[in-house]
């Protein structure tokens, strides 16, 4: 079936250093969503990307979605505490089903 | 902001007993999703549900699982028979649309822990 592969699974920087995750789907999507999770929440949606190519700044955090619709990256800028969590990818099949990746785990070194 | 919110918040309960997981989604939305995340795992889509039924379920939705709207503000998730692989964060999201450029919005979610 369709999968939606996300690296690295955890990722551990200095305060202040750059994070950046990675997705890529076997499939072309329809869109791609990007979630962030803290320990013991719920998934909390930071933003979605529909179009080839198509780049978007949330402050420090730069989301990119591959001219193929079948990759996509999330890029943080001097990483801060409050950064701290899982990231997942969620592709969007044909069928309007979200397919999610493994996720990444930011852990910031204290 | 609205939000979805769902009940309990934590579940505990014996193997092989019947298990109903309650969402209130947002209210003008009209697609219903559940989804679990098994500890340190990724999240899973179960089902989806619009106009009253199943849309789509993964392999995951088998026989043992069943979703209702049964008023027009709940919409639950049963397990029939619950087995120890069923401890699960379990998460349910609504749309107001079902389109690529439209947003699922997560509840809270229930911790359900099978003993």
């Known amino acids: 079936g369709q999968q939606v592969m996300q690296i690295p699974q955890y990722q551990h920087v200095q305060e202040g250093e750059d994070f950046t995750t990675y997705c890529n789907s076997s499939?072309?999507?329809?869109?791609i969503q990007w979630y962030k999770q803290r320990p013991g929440g719920h998934p909390v949606f930071l933003i979605q990307l529909v179009k080839s190519g198509e780049v978007k700044k949330q402050k420090r955090l730069t989301f990119q979605f591959g001219e193929a619709k079948k990759n996509s990256s999330l890029h943080i800028t001097a990483t801060q505490t409050t950064d701290v969590g899982t990231y997942f990818c969620a592709g969007m099949d044909s069928n309007y089903q979200l397919i999610w990746g493994a996720g990444t785990k930011l852990i910031i070194k204290p | 902001e609205p939000e979805v919110t769902q009940t309990p918040s934590h579940q505990v309960t014996q193997m092989g007993q019947e298990v109903i997981l309650r969402c209130v989604p947002i209210s003008n939305h009209l697609y219903f999703y559940w989804y679990r995340q098994i500890l340190g795992q990724k999240v899973e889509f179960l089902v989806s549900f619009y106009n009253n039924e199943i849309s789509e379920k993964s392999e995951i939705f088998d026989d043992q699982f069943s979703v209702e709207r049964p008023d027009g503000s709940n919409f639950t998730l049963k397990i029939r028979s619950t087995k120890l692989e069923d401890s699960a964060m379990y998460f349910c999201a609504s749309s107001r649309t079902k389109t690529s450029t439209d947003t699922q919005y997560f509840g809270p979610g229930t911790r359900l822990t099978v003993l």
């Open positions: 499939t072309t999507l329809s869109n």
